[in-house]
């Protein structure tokens, strides 16, 4: 482990995908464990608004976005979408760290925002990394991005005191509800 901080007392518990329920817009949305459906994620990520990027994510490009999508959809990482009539609108992933954590990465479509759909992607993607035994999460946002860091206060992940141009949280989780 690292010498990042991590809260002393467990968020959660956090539900297991897969669920289904309607967003705040009346969409019927559903979450689930991602099976590694790539042409579906490199079609959402090829039609992500640039401006919607951050921190150089997702890439931009067929060929830099397969490159990343291996590196998210790989053996030590964990992965949920979210699902609108047959198509991918939003991913969350928890790639290990190589020091027994997790950094995460969520990103849901323009077009979907606003309507819930980041918190409970977020939340299965927790309840799902804590039911095969993953503790330590951490991530990094943009400190003036302040949607995103009230959804990361929001589910219990805390600032871990460094701060730059980027802002480090972190949560401990504890069981999946």
Known sequence: MTDRRYPDAPAGPFPTPPQTWTDEDGRPIEIEVCQGDRAALLEMYADFDP?????GIPPVGESAIRDWLDHLLCENCYNVIAEHEDRIVGHATLVGDGNGAYELAIFVHQD??????????????LGHAAADGVEYVWLTVERWNKPAIRLYRKVGFEGTGAEDFEREMSIRLGDPA
């Open 51 to 55: 401006a919607e990027r951050a921190q």
């Open 112 to 125: 979907y925002q606003g309507a819930g759909i980041g918190t409970t992607l977020l939340e299965a993607l």
